[in-house]
């Protein structure tokens, strides 16, 4: 349980774009252990689909890639293109966002997975098929629907197509980018509890990507929280849920149906100019002044948990202890408490 | 997909129904009575009143428009095109024995345009932005620009005249069909590349490109099987306005080669003022091009599954 | 309901700015401004042309006939001993002139029936549609040529003949943008408020699809000087003497192994006419950002 499959070591991705430099993701330490689930949380576009797509090296020509990504021992960054197509797919399996757009529309469903099997394992059309249906009847879809093209699939079924193609090859690592997204509340559950029912079967890892809160309090082991590139807090999921450190994760709790729903207040930062100081600040609500000069690093541990805010009690230890920063860090305790989180 | 079909087909008989009036209203486009046309064209000189109007009753031009309307359409449902104003031959007869003629150069020049276009496409895809791009990009806009009776002419001066490696014009051995299927090919083969390093520039940056390189596919595959059958669907479609290209752009390099097909057949029938001949040509170039358009249509439907299945049930 | 109001004229005035950002980038795309200047070079030749030709295009002079290229003669001489270099020079003068008149009457006229079209719907749409499918079922420049022969040759049969045909490009590309358009909130709000469909057409419809149009139109120009020299080349068009690239083009022929230059210049100049609108067209479609459209391509 506590061998990593998969280590991120400050990884930085940037994309040049005509308005200047945009950084996706900074200074990202995450670590998958082997078997475990891990979610990846945030709101839309602060750079989840991207440190997911980065894992496998996904990204377009234009994006830039510094740090390491370490799978089982091999530093993915260092490889080349031919190496790496070794590892997507065989080892580490992805669903994008979005099965409809990442199904290809002229050509059929079973075709789309035994294609897998013909290209990494050198399988006979026949054979490849025969595995395609099995892996199709393993996500719940009958095996004779595999000469159907993805357009005659519903939204969850669609899903589930995505789920044998990225389970096809038994990958050690899944990387599932919002694999609820669009769906209704009960499919989203039964994916859901297929992707980490599969998951859990073969003993794999994955890491969650999703905006769903509940969803990654039900199906997760840790939950990495993600704010404007970087990661603001990281710990186990109970912890989290019951105990969040970081005001973000505090407000992200908030917006839940069953909490209040009050939205997180305020956009999210633009990422090419992120704001000074910590990048929450603007939005945050505990805020004190410091907060617009000093940018914090990720502190910890504390237990398992790492945060990144001056108002962490790691962080105030460190921080010679001043007046504003504790009464502030009461409040924001003081408020935990009282919403009962 | 039946039902798509059978909507097309009743799209295109409304379009063959108009086009047939286009075609019986050509006479009315000359200046001068239709009757007086006719006997120019068919005895070269003036004639007395009397003889204009024996030939006015024995064509039926005495009747009301709409009823020789209907009489020649009556006609045309029967394969009855008329007989050519000039030499008297079964006008129908005269365009099938010219058909093969036109038939064979237009595919020749298809397959011309293919195989310049499809590879200079699809590189300059994959390499978009780079100096192959940009030049094949620059050559096409030119190509686009040069019309094809110059190029006809320049290949003539260049392969026939100076190097005498082709003959100039004529109809026969393959050696004829070099100039003008290149001449009708290369300025087809300027806007089918570009139309494919269009789409497969759009296929290129679709999710489901970057979703196959994720399962490990390599960029062979990934082309061969993945981008390519989606890129060339519009290409097909554009194969059938290609037809009609062909068709229009087979008049002008037929003339220029003295190729003995439908489009020449037309010129010259022009210039005799040969109506029944325009008549038949202009009508049978509009259906051959609506059947055609028709069929890419329906390919175009097998081909592309979501159209396939949709109209399925 | 001022409130409505002005929430339309904001939604409509964020999409216009978008529009007028592209007037912006035309201005860096270096593609468009060389087509321009190209452009602008041609109309200096049509408008000063006596200035510039040193001949008279019309002076035959028996005893110089077929003169290769020289100083007196920029392009040599034809068989009847006319100034090739002044005849291309007054050539531009014929086919601007033709460009310019079919496509300002194609472009009005299929705009207003692609505006009808689009925005009433119904048996009018259908009707006109149908009549662009027949139209369209000729392909390339057969009605033209059948109709230009019928008429007989010269200037105006040339330019009813294209004009007959080549307005349903328009209409087709300008009933696509109101369809498009109609589905904006803009327009959908208009409709709200105000119900004369000739307002919304005129103050909200129009002016948002005339940018496709321009394009459109500009593209068409180098189109419909292709057609016109055909129609000539074949004889069905501009008569001899007049200047004309493509009946200088078939006047040439019988001479192309003696004397080249009779078909090698007019021939050039056909295509840096053409290449100038079409390296214009496809400059201003890069800044309006559409993409290449095939009905634009396809001809």
């Not at chain 2, 699809?122 to 009776?149: E, H, Q, T, Y």
Request: net charge positive.
């Amino acid at each position: 349980m506590s061998y990593s499959i998969l280590s991120i070591e400050d990884l930085k991705v940037s994309f040049k774009t005509s308005k200047g430099t945009v950084t996706a993701n900074e200074s990202i330490y995450l670590e998958i252990k082997e078997g475990e689930i891990l979610g990846l949380i945030g709101e839309t576009g602060c750079g989840k689909t991207t440190l997911g797509k980065a894992i496998l090296r996904l990204l377009s020509g234009k994006a830039k890639l510094e740090g390491k990504i370490v799978y089982r021992g091999t530093d993915l960054l260092t490889l080349t293109e031919k190496e790496m197509r070794l590892f997507r797919g065989k080892k580490i399996g992805i669903m994008l966002q979005n099965p409809s757009a990442c199904l290809n529309p002229v050509l059929s469903a079973g075709r789309q997975i035994a294609e897998i099997y013909r290209y990494h394992e050198g399988m006979g059309k026949k054979e490849a098929e025969k595995k395609a249906g099995e892996m199709l009847e393993l996500v719940g879809i009958s095996s004779s629907r595999g000469c159907d093209y993805p357009h005659q699939f519903s939204g969850g079924m669609m899903q589930r197509v995505m789920v044998a193609i990225g389970l096809a090859l038994r990958p050690g690592l899944l990387v599932a980018d919002e694999p609820t997204k669009g769906l209704d509340q009960d499919t989203k559950l039964q994916i859901a509890e297929l992707i980490a029912g599969l998951v859990r079967k073969e003993n794999a890892s994955m890491l969650l990507i999703t905006h769903d809160l509940e969803l990654a309090g039900s199906f997760t082991d840790r939950i990495a929280v993600m704010y404007a590139g970087e990661i603001v807090e990281i710990g186990k999921t109970a912890e989290i849920i019951s105990n969040p450190k970081h005001p973000y994760t505090l407000d992200l709790l908030h917006s839940l149906p069953g909490k209040g729903l009050r939205m997180v207040s305020g956009q999210p930062p633009s990422l090419v100019s992120p704001p000074s100081g910590c990048r929450y600040h603007p939005r945050c609500s505990f805020r004190v002044e410091a907060c617009s000069v000093a940018h914090p690093g990720l502190m910890g541990p504390e237990g398992e948990r790492f945060t990144r805010c001056l108002l962490s009690e790691k962080g105030r230890k460190k921080e010679t202890a001043a007046q504003p920063f504790l009464t502030a860090q009461a409040a924001f305790r003081c408020r935990c408490e009282g919403e009962g989180i | 997909m039946w039902k798509y079909i059978a909507k097309r087909l009743a799209m295109v008989s409304i379009v063959i129904a108009g086009v047939t009036f286009i075609a019986f209203s050509a006479m009315y486009f000359a200046p001068g009575d239709p009757a007086e046309v006719i006997a120019l064209a068919r005895y070269g000189e003036d004639l007395s009143a009397s003889q204009i109007g024996t030939l006015r009753e024995a064509e039926g031009l005495d009747a009301p428009v709409h009823i020789q309307y209907l009489i020649w359409v009556g006609h045309l449902l029967r394969l009855d095109l008329g007989k050519s104003l000039v030499t008297s031959e079964d006008v129908l007869a005269e365009i099938l024995q010219k058909l093969p003629a036109t038939a064979k150069l237009a595919i020749a020049s298809l397959l011309v345009s293919f195989l310049i276009a499809l590879p200079a496409g699809i590189l300059s895809a994959l390499r978009k932005n780079s100096l192959l791009d940009r030049g094949c990009m620059f050559v096409s806009l030119v190509g686009v620009s040069i019309p094809n009776f110059w190029l006809g002419l320049l290949l003539i001066w260049l392969f026939a005249l100076t190097l005498h490696m082709f003959p100039s014009f004529g109809y026969g051995s393959l050696k004829h069909f070099v100039l003008p299927a290149l001449t009708l090919g290369t300025s087809l083969a300027a806007v089918t590349a570009r139309l494919t390093r269009a789409s497969l520039l759009e296929v290129l940056g679709q999710e489901y490109i970057v979703a196959a390189r994720a399962r490990g596919l390599d960029e062979h595959t990934i082309l061969f099987r993945h981008a390519l059958k989606n890129a060339l669907l519009p290409v097909i479609t554009f194969a059938g306005m290609q037809f009609g290209y062909l068709l229009g752009g087979a008049v002008i390099v037929e003339t220029i080669f003295s190729w003995p097909g439908i489009g020449k057949l037309l010129v010259d029938s022009i210039f005799a003022r040969d109506f029944s001949m325009i008549q038949g040509c202009v009508l049978f170039i509009a259906v051959l091009f609506s059947l055609s358009s028709l069929a890419v249509d329906i390919l175009y439907a097998v081909l592309d599954p979501r159209i396939r299945y949709d109209r399925h049930d | 309901m001022t409130d409505m109001i002005e929430k339309i004229k904001l939604t409509e005035k964020a999409y216009l700015a978008e529009k007028r950002l592209v007037f912006g980038e035309f201005r860096k795309n270096r593609l468009a401004i060389s087509g321009l200047l190209l452009i602008a070079v041609l109309c200096f030749l049509a408008m000063f042309a006596p200035e510039i030709a040193p001949h008279d295009p019309l002076a035959q002079k028996l005893d110089s006939r077929l003169l290769s290229p020289s100083s007196e003669y920029p392009f040599g001489t034809d068989e009847l001993g006319r100034c090739i270099f002044s005849r291309v020079v007054y050539g531009t003068r014929v086919s601007l002139g033709i460009g310019l008149l079919v496509v300002a009457a194609t472009s009005i006229a299929g705009t207003v029936l692609g505006l009808l079209s689009g925005y009433m719907g119904g048996f009018l749409d259908e009707a006109i549609m149908r009549g662009v499918d027949i139209v369209m079922a000729f392909p390339n420049i057969i009605l033209a040529l059948v109709i230009a022969g019928l008429l007989g040759p010269g200037f105006s049969s040339v330019v009813l003949a294209l004009a007959l045909t080549q307005w349903p490009v328009y209409a087709r590309l300008v009933r696509g943008q109101v369809l498009s358009l109609r589905k904006r909130a803009f327009v959908e709000a208009a409709r709200a408020l105000r119900p004369s469909s000739f307002y919304i057409m005129r103050k909200h419809i129009l002016p948002n699809c005339m940018g496709p149009v321009i394009v459109l139109g500009t593209l068409e120009i180098a189109h419909v000087i292709i057609f016109a020299a055909a129609l000539s080349f074949l004889g069905l068009g501009i008569q001899p003497p007049d200047p004309e690239w493509g009946s200088m083009l078939k006047a040439g022929i019988p001479y192309l192994r003696t004397a080249p230059q009779l078909t090698f210049f007019p021939g050039l100049m056909i295509i840096f006419t053409v290449f100038s609108f079409n390296f214009a067209g496809d400059g201003l479609r890069d800044s309006f950002g559409q993409p290449a459209n095939q009905e634009v391509l396809a001809r």
